[in-house]
């Protein structure tokens, strides 16, 4: 099913796209002369980072003749709104590095990054302004959807906080926050494009779309953890540090079929502070996810959730087959990531 | 000048608008129940505060005749903002207490308050969307004035954290900060219901008003700080403890005429930690502030801002007497407050 090459390459689409969300960042922020603000935004903005949903959201917009000014737009709004919630994302779990690099607050103090934050939303609704004046019959569609997505994002935030080391924690519960978190967040680019480009009918598809591949992607991002790849300063299993209700976690006290005595051990590591779990600690759990298939189950059902994804995507209406080899490049991109 | 009774007293029109805009965030806060958020929120909604954005955004909205459903909206969503805002800057100060209870940050952590911030700012924007929707014609005004203002008050933010404990700090640069943090920020609400009124012609003038009462509001603030009536708990002197580049700091500098020492003293207090500054050098600063005219200062500026304010607007187009009469007694009620 790949597209040749790597499958770890970016696929052609992304690979186009991407030169031009990276000019538009640069051009954005070296805009800014602003005491207490640019040196943050800058940092913030130039740490890398894959630029996945502003390049989706270009090429679908693209593929599909939406107006390539407003769809610059909306897509710049998606990477702010992606930015500040890592922001607050790194605040609220005590991360230091990411991408390789320090944490904004690390770099610049929660102050500082707690206005840079601010900032980047403000503007991103500026650019969704924009994108709504340049397409005003789709105007309102766009703040709407923008401003669901973000709400329902942090709704599934503030319950994945909730449930930290939670001893009972299972797998619906995890779908539950998974949805609420991951389920729009990634489509927010691709309505978007569907407004802008007269696909109404498309919209409610492409969020169905979206429940199935934000989840694929943020259970690769829970299997990522624990290796070195996720660019958190070589630390692995930051999420077991933190206690994070994932995916390996739900799956290990449910299906693990583990002893009491691991399950207890388990749950203890989990709900550890962050400072007081060591390094072996977190090796015995990555090796216990492995050995008890959660691991396995986590690639299945990623691999699963994006199959059906996908098959969906190839549903939408008028959709042509080059569009649809595109977009399954893509996801299977997401999912079989290393990084 | 003032309108009978204690200038103290909220106004007539503000006592009339109050009890609605607290009904609409009773009725606000008790519909959500969200884990990680709802409690956040009502503890953050319901520790009261004047109310004054959008009490004073209704009565104008209605005294010109705007849609009432759509001043709500606007009216609520400048409420979410100063709310949001107020959340922020709590953690950015460090501040324990505010209107004399606990802080959100100190109730619920800053993780939860990070995330009630983030909800209540989506919300903000859907009561933006709200009001566009029913009032389509000026909706994309509506937008772009809230973002507009939003971005200019946390730029003015950023300002006032990168002077703290300046040394040099002048009263130039007081102007310039205090513009920014609150020159657009207390006349969102009014800028809106003249949109909503269809008075665009009036916008640029209000504006202009609020670049006076703005300043002239936060100028009392300053002065407030030096008196018990803060509701931080019984603590006074908190901008003093936080080195906040103040109109009285800069006056002190620039006019108060010091001795040698006792500017060194200023400048040591101001630059100390917060936590490491006692109450007697607090006090030491507040009685400095009065001996050398700072504090005399501040109260003209605060009244003659007022005075330049209320000039303006009564020169707004079409203004009736009425309405210069009751913006007069809210402008007042403003700057004479003691809380």
Not at 76 to 102: C, P, S, W
Not at 129 to 145: D, F, I, K, N
Not at 297 to 319: C, D, M, N, T, V
Request: glycine letters at 10%; aromatic letters at 8%.
């Amino acid at each position: 099913m790949m597209t040749g090459a790597s499958s770890y390459d970016p696929p052609e689409v992304l690979r186009h796209a991407h030169p031009r969300v990276e000019e538009m960042l640069d051009k954005y922020q070296s805009s800014w002369d602003l005491p207490g603000i640019s040196r943050g935004l800058t940092h913030q903005l130039t740490t890398g980072g894959k630029r996945l949903r502003p390049s989706w959201t270009l090429w679908l917009a693209e593929h599909w003749g939406a107006n390539s000014s407003s769809a610059e737009d909306f897509a710049m709004a998606t990477e702010l709104l992606h930015n500040v919630l890592l922001i607050h994302d790194d605040i609220e779990d005590g991360d230091r590095y990411r991408r390789g690099q320090k944490t904004l607050w690390v770099e610049v103090g929660i102050e500082e990054a707690l206005n840079v934050g601010d900032f980047l939303l403000a503007e991103a609704y500026r650019f969704v302004g924009q994108a709504a004046r340049q397409s005003p019959s789709v105007g309102y569609s766009l703040h709407e959807t923008f401003t669901t997505v973000f709400r329902q994002t942090v709704v599934g935030q503030a319950l994945d906080l909730g449930q930290r080391a939670d001893p009972h924690f299972t797998l619906r519960q995890y779908e539950s926050i998974v949805r609420q978190k991951t389920g729009k967040y990634l489509a927010l680019g691709w309505v978007g494009a569907a407004h802008l480009a007269g696909r109404e009918a498309d919209v409610d598809a492409l969020w169905a779309v979206g429940e199935e591949i934000g989840p694929a992607f943020q259970i690769r991002d829970d299997l990522l953890d624990l290796t070195p790849g996720k660019g958190r300063g070589g630390e692995i299993g930051c999420d077991i540090r933190e206690g994070k209700p994932s995916l390996l976690y739900a799956y290990s006290l449910e299906r693990g079929d583990l002893t009491s005595a691991d399950r207890q051990r388990l749950i203890a590591i989990q709900a550890k502070e962050r400072a007081a779990t060591d390094d072996a600690e977190v090796q015995w759990v990555i090796d216990l996810y492995h050995t008890c298939g959660a691991v396995e189950f986590g690639e299945a059902e990623s691999r699963r959730r994006i199959e059906a994804g996908i098959e969906q995507f190839e549903l939408l209406s008028s959709q042509d087959s080059d569009g649809g080899v595109a977009f399954r490049a893509i996801a299977n991109y997401v999912v079989e990531r290393k990084v």
